[in-house]
C-alpha cells in the first residue's frame, strides 16, 4: 500500500512560486505514473499535470502551461510540481496521486494524497 503525502502549499502573492512536494512511503513510487489534481471551493476536481514513470513524459492542463512543471526524483521516492506566475485562481487544494496507467482517468488513480492547501492572494 503506498502512502502519499503532499507538501509546500501554503499563502501567495500573485506572480509568485510555489513547489509542491508529493512523497510516496511503503512502496516504490517509480512503479507508478503520478498526477497532481486540484479542487477549489464549490468546485469539481480538476487534472492539473501528470508524469509517467520515468519522467520521459509529461502533460498538464491548457491552463497551467508554460506555468506549472512537474517533475520527479526516483531515488527520492518523490514527484514535484513547481507552480510559478500563479494567479487567484490557482486557489485551491491540491492532491497527488498515483496509477498504474498514464491515460487514466481520475478515477483509475489507486493512490491518493490528503492534499496541501494553495492560496493565491490578489
Known amino acids: 500500500q503506498v502512502q502519499l503525502v503532499e507538501s509546500g502549499g501554503g499563502l501567495v502573492q500573485a506572480g509568485g512560486s510555489l513547489r509542491l512536494s508529493c512523497a510516496a512511503s511503503?512502496?516504490?513510487?517509480?512503479?507508478?505514473?503520478v498526477g497532481w489534481f486540484r479542487q477549489a471551493p464549490g468546485k469539481e476536481r480538476e487534472f492539473v499535470a501528470r508524469?509517467?514513470?520515468?519522467?520521459?513524459?509529461?502533460d498538464s492542463a491548457d491552463s497551467v502551461q508554460g506555468r506549472f512543471t512537474i517533475s520527479r526524483d526516483n531515488d527520492k521516492n518523490t514527484v514535484y510540481l513547481q507552480m510559478n506566475s500563479l494567479k487567484p485562481e490557482d486557489t485551491a487544494v491540491y492532491s497527488c496521486?498515483?496509477?498504474?496507467?498514464?491515460?487514466?482517468?481520475?478515477?483509475?488513480?489507486?493512490?491518493w494524497g490528503q492534499g496541501t492547501q494553495v492560496t493565491v492572494s490578489s
Open positions: 508524469i509517467n514513470r520515468s519522467g520521459s513524459n509529461r
Open positions: 511503503g512502496g516504490t513510487l517509480s512503479n507508478y505514473v
Open positions: 496521486a498515483a496509477s498504474l496507467n498514464y491515460y487514466a482517468g481520475e478515477q483509475r488513480y489507486t493512490y
